[in-house]
């Protein structure tokens, strides 16, 4: 992977994020999956134009990266052009994939968004609707954990991409 490329895509949609910290911090969930996790890069197949991004690790750092079994998403971007597309959902089977990868028994995973998200309150709400998820808030957050099994399953409904 490109790792410049990625940090550049991401550094230059960095308010498109929704991410309500202070540049640094934002640089810094950008830039973690790198160190610890696993990035990637999303392009279009059309014109081989980089529309997208996102990185996860395994653990979270309240408990010191031990709980691997919990797969957290550190940032997702999919440029606006792209969201309503099938490349959002390969994007996400890929990224399922990618996480099973790196670590079979991964069994929830976890992201953070601002609490008001309007936009993508339609998607979240399909994701807080599988079994053995849920959501809650802290400090204008929402923290969405996902049943790992549930979410594969759910996109394995769309389109038959091999996710082992």
């Known amino acids: 992977m490109d790792y410049e490329a990625y940090i550049n895509f991401l550094l230059q949609h960095h308010d498109e994020l929704n991410l309500l910290y202070p540049f640094a911090v934002k640089l810094s969930f950008i830039s973690s999956p790198l160190i610890f996790g696993k990035a990637m890069l999303i392009f279009s197949e059309e014109s081989y134009q980089i529309v997208g991004g996102d990185g996860f690790f395994y653990g979270t750092g309240p408990n010191r990266y031990e709980d691997r079994h919990i797969c957290q998403i550190e940032v997702a971007f999919l440029h606006q052009d792209y969201r309503r597309t099938s490349l959002f959902t390969k994007g996400l089977q890929i990224l399922i994939g990618?996480?099973?990868a790196g670590n079979p028994h991964v069994e929830k995973?976890?992201?953070?968004?601002?609490?008001?998200?309007?936009?993508l309150e339609r998607l979240f709400s399909k994701f807080d609707a599988l079994p053995g998820s849920k959501s809650f808030g802290?400090?204008?957050l929402a923290?969405?954990?996902?049943s790992f099994h549930e979410l594969e399953t759910y996109f394995r409904r769309f389109v038959q991409i091999d996710l082992t």
């Open 98 to 100: 990618e996480m099973k």
């Open 109 to 119: 995973v976890q992201f953070w968004a601002s609490e008001n998200e309007v936009e």
């Open 138 to 140: 802290a400090n204008n």
């Open 143 to 146: 923290c969405h954990q996902i």
